[in-house]
């Protein structure tokens, strides 16, 4: 899956000149967290809501409001805006900004054309809701977990202990376990698991864990 069919096309931007009550409003109003920073076409930043609570002043402060009102409104974005944005491209992976986001530990990505222009915004609720709908959560489904030994040809018998019984799997993922053991988690329409599961015990791959998640 790629990113522009997750990502949300043509966000709001704002440029360096704005103020900091300027993009304080554009976030409450839209309920965003972060704004990219747009000066002529150009990417040159990026403004959170973590900034901006940066630079909001203490309630402890002996300043006025009116004192306060006057030096945020002189307060600029690119005062305060992150310079170092880290971009993904509009033809890149789901699982590209995935690992974007895990390895910089932050919230979202601005995404790029080709031409370096902001064509949208990818956050971690994003990947999240991915995650979600490629793996079946909301449809209902029954999640089987079994243990197998990595070997070529291991996907293909187990698939084909589905196929014998005449039942549809909706997705499927494996991982690898701290100790080489591969798990496989398979979603499946399965009204009766007893066959099954005798079955894949029997070439050496049984279910270790099995829910209906709905």
């Known amino acids: 899956m790629f990113i522009e069919q997750r990502m949300t096309s043509n966000p709001i931007t704002i440029t360096s000149q704005a103020t900091i009550a300027d993009a304080s409003e554009l976030m409450r109003t839209n309920n965003f967290r972060r704004l990219p920073v747009v000066d002529g076409g150009t990417l040159v930043g990026l403004i959170t809501d973590r900034d901006l609570r940066a630079v909001a002043p203490s309630p402890a402060t002996t300043l ?9 409104a002189k307060m600029r974005i690119k005062d305060i805006m992150q310079k170092k944005v880290i971009t993904i491209g509009v033809d890149a992976t ?3 900004a995935a690992l974007l986001l895990y390895n910089h530990r932050i919230g979202g990505l601005v995404v790029v054309d080709k031409q370096g222009a902001v064509v949208g915004v990818i956050t971690e609720t994003d990947i999240f809701k991915c995650f979600v709908d490629v793996m079946g959560l909301t449809e209902g489904k029954t999640r089987l977990t079994i243990d197998a030994t990595d070997k070529i040809g291991l996907l293909h018998e187990i698939t084909e202990v589905f196929s014998q019984l005449g039942i549809n799997i909706c997705s499927m ?3 690898t376990l ?6 496989y988690v398979i ?5 009766e698991t007893e066959e099954l ?9 049984p279910i270790k864990h099995i829910v209906y998640i709905k």
């Open 187 to 191: 979603r499946a329409d399965i009204a």
């Open 178 to 183: 701290p100790d080489g053991q591969i798990e």
């Open 94 to 96: 789901v699982e590209e």
């Open 197 to 205: 599961a005798k079955r894949l015990e029997e070439i050496g791959h």
């Open 64 to 72: 006025s409001i009116f004192e306060l009102n006057y030096l945020l």
């Open 173 to 175: 993922v494996s991982y």
